[in-house]
């Protein structure tokens, strides 16, 4: 099936990248933030979008969600850090993540993220649990792990505050998850739980203490 690139989303707040489709630099402005702050930022060498948690969140709809965009199925593909903040309790894990066919509320949304601290921890369930799927409203990860256990998560060598690149590919009802370039995806969901219809933005996720950053964000849209 043809790919047409919709939207090539270059958060690397210059200017200058020429391509025949739409580009744009994201700067604060351009992002709808929920339960978070976005500021400009340059890490790790690279320019970037910077997001923490503002107060006390409720739930998991912490995210900056990009204006303009109406996403079904099709790529995206970003950089992303995250890393425990230095004041996080012991359950941190540097949460950060990638949410899609986000609703400009943030009501609904499917999410894949990582806890990068987990990849390379001595203790194997927790390497187990270093990427996650989630579905925004009604399946938080705690209940996917607890009635589907090892489902919705998989192992995936990362680290903290080191740039991941990653790729996320929907179709329909599955979409699948790419680390590091990897060939093979770390993870497969076949029942996304918001249904096949669903459309939306996209949303740079991140979890409780965490400081995320994000970069290269690339959006293509598949007819």
């Known amino acids: 099936m043809t790919k047409n690139l919709l939207f090539i989303f270059l958060l690397s707040l210059v200017s200058g990248f020429n391509c025949r489709a739409q580009n744009r630099t994201i700067l604060p402005k351009d992002v709808l933030p929920f339960q978070v702050t976005a500021e400009k930022s ?7 979008l910077a997001l923490q948690i503002k107060g006390q969140a409720d739930g998991d709809r912490t995210l900056a969600i990009l204006k303009d965009v109406d996403f079904h199925n099709g790529t995206i593909e970003a950089m992303v850090s995250g890393e425990p ?3 996080a309790g012991a359950t941190a894990r540097g949460f950060v993540g ?3 066919r986000a609703a ?5 949304m499917e999410v894949f993220y990582l806890r990068p601290t987990n990849g390379r921890a001595d203790d194997q369930l927790r390497r187990n649990h270093s990427s996650q799927y989630i579905s925004i409203p009604g399946y938080p990860w705690e209940k996917l792990r607890k009635e589907t256990p090892g489902m919705y998560e998989s192992y995936v060598d990362i680290q903290p505050a080191e740039w991941i690149k990653i790729k996320i590919v929907v179709k329909d009802e599955t979409a699948r998850l ?6 093979q995806p770390t993870l497969i969901v076949n029942d996304l739980k918001q249904g096949k219809d669903l459309r939306g933005s996209i949303g740079l996720w991140i ?5 995320g950053h994000f970069t290269d964000v690339k959006i293509m849209k598949e007819d």
């Open 42 to 48: 340059v890490y790790k060498g690279k320019n970037a």
């Open 104 to 108: 400009a509320d943030a009501s609904k």
């Open 207 to 211: 979890g409780p203490g965490t400081s």
């Open 178 to 183: 790419y680390v590091n370039g990897a060939s």
């Open 98 to 100: 990638i949410a899609f």
């Open 85 to 87: 903040l230095a004041n």
